[in-house]
């Protein structure tokens, strides 16, 4: 995707220049910290090789917990993960950061969680990631990047409303597939320009995804070691194409 960046906030991450960028910190006990695009909350876009789609209504997170989000998980292209990590250290002043990847190598993009205590769905029965195709892609290992020191600012009047989604509310999805549209032009206005994409996306469809970064602390699972995780806030998706059917 050759995709660079647009007004008012929308990037490639993997092709936009970190002195665009910035970060702004936010209150609590996480130290959570927002990427900004010219002083507004940057609403990135990547291409993925779609692997699980979740985007109609909210699943389980898996395990014993109860608690629903909406996701769409994909695998970048090779070079496009290559700057997308490096961007992403070096704008958040990190040697490694810890995101949601699966062992086949697809990045999550997710809603916010459910509250504990929530009403449930049933459990997503996720049909994609078993066959998606590792050999494609680089591993995803963490690169060494030297911290940089990056300005924070405050988000102006101008900064769109919507940049992050609940378990509970729409997620659009566009259907770009017989439709011309112009990135630099149709970005602020999706909804008038393409039709909405209906059910979840098939696994293997060539996916943009708009999407809010925010860093934050935690904990690594299964220890005490505190890490700086990196989270990927979906916002809307365009599907692009789709497999096609053989008999």
């Given at each position: 995707?050759?995709?660079?960046?647009?007004?008012?906030?929308?990037?490639?991450?993997?092709?936009?220049?970190?002195?665009?960028?910035?970060?702004?910190?936010?209150?609590?006990?996480?130290?959570?910290?927002?990427?900004?695009?010219?002083?507004?909350?940057?609403?990135?876009?990547?291409?993925?090789?779609?692997?699980?789609?979740?985007?109609?209504?909210?699943?389980?997170?898996?395990?014993?917990?109860?608690?629903?989000?909406?996701?769409?998980?994909?695998?970048?292209?090779?070079?496009?993960?290559?700057?997308?990590?490096?961007?992403?250290?070096?704008?958040?002043?990190?040697?490694?950061?810890?995101?949601?990847?699966?062992?086949?190598?697809?990045?999550?993009?997710?809603?916010?969680?459910?509250?504990?205590?929530?009403?449930?769905?049933?459990?997503?029965?996720?049909?994609?990631d078993k066959n998606a195709p590792s050999d494609m892609f680089s591993p995803?290992?963490?690169?060494?990047?030297?911290?940089?020191?990056?300005?924070?600012?405050?988000?102006?009047?101008?900064?769109?409303?919507?940049?992050?989604?609940?378990?509970?509310?729409?997620?659009?999805?566009?259907?770009?597939?017989?439709?011309?549209?112009?990135?630099?032009?149709?970005?602020?206005?999706?909804?008038?320009?393409?039709?909405?994409?209906?059910?979840?996306?098939p696994f293997s469809s060539f996916v943009v995804v708009g999407y809010t970064?925010?860093?934050?602390?935690?904990?690594?699972?299964?220890?005490?070691?505190?890490?700086?995780?990196?989270?990927?806030?979906?916002?809307?998706?365009?599907?692009?194409?789709?497999?096609?059917?053989?008999?």
């Open positions: 995707m050759l995709f660079v960046e647009c007004k008012p906030n929308f990037i490639n991450p993997s092709r936009v220049s970190p002195l665009s960028l910035s970060r702004q910190a936010a209150t609590g006990p996480s130290a959570t910290q927002r990427l900004l695009y010219d002083g507004q909350i940057a609403v990135c876009l990547s291409a993925v090789f779609c692997t699980d789609s979740v985007v109609v209504s909210a699943g389980k997170i898996g395990g014993k917990s109860e608690r629903m989000r909406k996701w769409l998980s994909g695998i970048f292209h090779n070079q496009d993960w290559e700057r997308f990590e490096s961007l992403m250290c070096l704008v958040f002043g990190q040697d490694v950061m810890y995101a949601q990847i699966s062992n086949k190598k697809a990045i999550s993009f997710q809603t916010m969680i459910s509250p504990e205590g929530a009403a449930t769905v049933e459990s997503w029965d996720s049909r994609f995803i290992i963490p690169k060494k990047t030297t911290p940089v020191k990056v300005k924070t600012r405050t988000v102006g009047p101008g900064t769109p409303s919507k940049t992050l989604l609940s378990y509970n509310e729409h997620l659009p999805v566009y259907d770009a597939r017989k439709t011309l549209f112009d990135f630099e032009f149709d970005l602020p206005r999706l909804s008038s320009v393409l039709p909405p994409f209906t059910g979840e996306i970064v925010s860093a934050y602390n935690g904990v690594l699972g299964g220890t005490t070691e505190r890490v700086v995780h990196l989270g990927c806030n979906i916002v809307w998706a365009i599907v692009c194409g789709t497999p096609t059917l053989r008999k």
